[in-house]
């Protein structure tokens, strides 16, 4: 990726939530004010394989034992498919007036005399936008109705705070006290106390989106990772240990075996679908039936094996990763922003076109989202200052396809500061989401969810 000056507030946002995923090696000062990251002291549990390092990091679950892990994730995914809700991250304050560039609108070059760009695609709802020319891919899925698009998205008294605004999206309220995340109080509400895959983090560390208070929630580096483990026993003896404990899933005339039968054969069943996922020569085994974008960025290949993992019948609820690219723009704007947004952009087709081909695509549902846009002037670095509203997207097959807000325009849509004023505010859109993708009560997730407007989000 091309180098960007991004501020020293970003910097301090990742190593405070780093230290925060990092449970019990303490938090770095904090100024006042600042919110405490969601998801903080959370115990954390590392299950190993084979004595090769971390291969599921659970989360606020210290007493869930081996056994006991492997035969909630097993009856878990015994159960009926539930939908998927994918949260991926575009971090540092995606600048959404070069993503959808007003190029119709007669300020625009005026404010942005050096970055504003020509050409691309023509976004049909609105005649001013034009898509940027590194965000085909998901141009290509919105005129196939499959790209739901919130020009200008964000809250009101936006926080120009890298930490405190992207708390705000990740607790899902602008309060500084919450400590679980939206998706995590979602999850305390329908999850199980023994499958953490229920909540997984793509990213190594916990997404402070996904923190709970109840039930376990769980991190990997990528699908590739997970594996069983059996202290002291490995190779060969392994397989034949774990092929006899499958067998033991037969019909007996016993209520108590049949009992533990069914668990046996749920496990089996299990060990069984993750061997795909194992490495071999350091590369993930799974194939996909389409190409994904080569890159030395785990994004693309992370997307991949969710899609891997959600054919295998796996049991995941809500899944957070970040998308790759440097959006705290400063200086160096369009050669940063671009190389990000391509590859974020052409993985997403990717994953679409997978889940499509696996029959999976109607029960995915992925959410991008930033902590806020840039200032609607360019600065005199070659780049734009932390903004306010931003831009979001919702992908699959059954969304709606058309925008939620609308732009606002340059002329009377910008605030005092000159930043994009919100016409649609996050909180409405998750409990939307809540609602009619997760079939939840908002009211029980949401501070406050009952003041919010909700947007009609799928077909």
Known sequence: MTDCNHCAGLSRSRLLRRAAAEAGRGLPAIEHGM?????????????????????LAVYGSSKLGLRALEEGIAAAAGAAPQPVLVSIFLEGGADALSILSPQGDPLYRKLRPKLALSGGTAF?????????PAATALATLYAEKKVTVMPAIGYTNADQSHFTSRHYWEVGATSTTLRTGWLGRYLDR??????????LSLDNTLAPSLATGEVPVASIDGPDQYDFWTNRVWGEVEDRMLDAIGALGVQHGDAGLETAGSVAAQVHRLRTQLVPFQSQDGKPAYTSPVAYPKSD??????????????????????????????YDT??????????????????????????????????????VWSEFGRRAEENGSGGTDHGAAGVGF????????????????????????????ATSDFRGIY?????????????????????????????
């Open 330 to 367: 400063h200086s160096n704007q369009a050669p940063s922003l671009t190389s990000g947004l391509q590859l974020t952009a052409d993985s997403l087709l990717a994953f679409q076109r997978d889940l499509e081909a696996r029959g999976l695509a109607d029960r995915v549902l992925v959410h």
């Open 35 to 55: 919110p405490l990251p969601a998801g903080t002291g959370l115990s954390r549990r590392s299950f190993l394989a084979h004595g090769a390092g971390a291969m």
């Open 190 to 199: 329908v999850g199980t106390s023994d499958n953490p895959l229920q909540g």
């Open 124 to 132: 049909s709802e609105d005649p001013r936008l034009h898509w940027h």
């Open 297 to 326: 960025d785990a994004f693309p290949q992370r997307l991949a094996g969710l899609a891997a993992m959600l054919a295998a019948g796996l049991p995941l609820r809500c899944v957070a990763l970040s998308a790759p690219g440097e």
């Open 394 to 421: 919702l992908v699959g097959t059954r969304v709606r396809g058309t925008m939620i807000g609308e732009f606002p325009g340059l002329a009377t849509g910008l605030d005092d500061d000159g930043n994009v004023k």
């Open 431 to 459: 409990a939307s989401l809540l609602e009619q993708w997760l079939g939840a009560d908002a009211a029980a997730v949401l501070p406050g969810a009952d003041s919010f407007a909700r947007s009609t989000l799928l077909t």
